[in-house]
């Protein structure tokens, strides 16, 4: 049998919209398929980072000028630590979280640091030996729950009007829910070296459980450079 021009030229049409319609899905399934892996890694990341711990730190620093008479000029500089994940983490401290450092300048103008002075974390529990007497201590660790906010002060005298680096430091990690997994083994190794009921009490709640759930501290820091002028105000002058 004969197939005419016209019929040919139908044939070749129809193999034509097949071929394309079947190039139309082929398409549209890798498409759909990139898309569906692609929402797959932002959920994975997403449940990966819901997992992790998130501290966040702001610093806010004030010049504090004693009154007239007096001498010194004192930096009182507030930490704003929050945690802002989901879990919750706990923050370790060795006595060096804070550190001011004078910056001068060399003759090519290059910055450098003249000296500096480092602070810890304080506070005052009641001395085991000695009830009702009050003892003052560096705080090892602090528990933030998911969502927590806490204030840590300090304040420092400086001897000389000019530019300062600030810088705050801690170490942090996930910390578990009550009925989770314990501490890890090397933390609590750790900290059972360090005085404080607080310590000793935090790391008692999950005695005789086992760790499952590895982890890793974090470095978190924040830094500021602020100016110091070293005597007060014109307001303060003038009164």
């Known amino acids: 049998m004969r197939i005419s021009l016209e019929q040919a030229l139908e044939i070749v049409k129809v193999v034509g919209l097949g071929a394309g319609g079947m190039w139309t899905v082929w398409t ?17 990341l997403a449940e990966l980072l819901r997992h992790q711990p998130l501290l966040a730190i702001d610093m806010n620093v004030n010049e504090q000028i004693l009154p007239l008479g007096g001498s010194g000029s004192f930096l009182s500089v507030v930490i704003d630590v929050k945690n802002e994940g989901d879990q919750n983490l706990i923050t370790s401290f060795d006595g060096t979280e804070l550190t001011v450092a004078r910056i001068t300048f060399d003759a090519n103008g290059a910055p450098t640091i ?9 506070y005052f529990p009641q001395s085991a030996e000695n009830p009702g007497q009050i003892i003052a201590e560096q705080v090892p660790c602090r528990v933030f729950r998911a969502g927590q906010k806490r ?13 300062y680096l600030i810088h705050f430091h801690t170490v942090y990690e996930w910390y578990p829910f009550d009925q989770e997994d314990t501490v890890p083994v090397e933390t609590q190794r ?21 760790e499952t759930r590895q982890r890793k501290p974090i470095d978190g820091f924040e830094q500021v450079i602020y100016y ?3 005597k007060p105000n014109d307001t303060e002058t003038a009164a």
């Open 28 to 44: 549209f399934y890798k498409l759909q398929s990139a898309r569906a892996a692609e929402l797959k890694t932002k959920l994975d």
């Open 190 to 210: 750790k900290h059972r070296k360090r005085k404080g009921r607080i310590v000793r009490f935090l790391l008692s709640l999950f005695s005789g459980h086992k």
């Open 114 to 122: 003249k000296n500096y002075l480092m602070c810890g974390h304080w």
């Open 151 to 163: 204030h840590i002060p300090f304040i420092v005298e400086i001897a000389e009007p000019g530019w």
């Open 228 to 230: 110091a002028k070293g």
